[in-house]
């Protein structure tokens, strides 16, 4: 089996700090799938910040099947009036074993704006090799490329980005991790000054539970006892570049999950999840500081 891409790294436990927490934010979600292999998508939200002000999207999703090859088209359309088209064409295994093209396009018709990305995967035995070109009229022209090795468990991961506008390297990033069925560890070096450290583990089939951990050196944790912003009291832990949270998923019932997580700034996430019925499914959340 190969390995991931870069991008899914430490996916299952970025997913338990990041998924079911729709703080500040009130949404509606409507999916409607068609005979005709159509998936229809429509979105509104309202922030807490601004009841006023609201947003919407609709989205899109035809999915093909010729000969040897699945495609899918995406389309959406939002409140700002973007319009965006997408082709993802994968299954090339006819042709070139572990192949997937993507293509993604975004228009603004008041401001003229447009803005693209191409993206190429290939996934053998041992690698994954994940390289995407993207810019725009409002953004900077980058090439992004990472690759990916595993054997036994084992994987070994590099990513960095080249801004074609700048002529230059930029944001290098190295990982490395080790994968097993019920548990994954995942470190990364970011920049060559930061680091992170993800650990999943499914304890059974209801309960899931990870932690987070960023570092980066010259912004030591304040020693027990010590005031003020010179010990680091008073700047939060996003700030200092040091931070660890621990994060579970618990299965309640077989459509209801219950989510926690807290930090070191003693924010506490709370969340659960309930599919009332086929289609429909409600999600609270609160954070207590």
Known sequence: MPPPIFADLGRHCAALFNNGYPLGLLKVDTNIKTCGNVNLNTGFGIKQEDWSMGSAELNTKCTLNPPRIKTSVFESWDLDNNLKLGIVCEDLASYVPGIRLAGHGSLNPDTGLFSGKVNAQAKHNYTSVDVTYEGGDDKPHTVQGSLVAGLAGWLIGYKTNYDINEGQMTTPTLALGFCQPTYQIHAFWDNWESYRLNMYHRINDRVEAGVLT????????????????????????????????????????????????????????????????????????TNID
Do not use: H, Y
């Open 214 to 285: 960023t570092w980066k050196p010259g912004n030591p944790p304040p020693p027990p006892g010590e005031k003020g912003e010179s010990a680091g009291i008073g700047k939060p832990a996003s700030e200092t570049g040091n931070n660890i949270a621990v994060g579970c998923r618990m299965l309640l019932t077989p459509s209801t999950f219950l989510r926690a997580k807290i930090d070191i700034d003693s924010q506490v996430g709370l969340g659960i999840e309930s599919k009332i019925r086929e289609g429909t499914t409600l999600t609270l959340a």
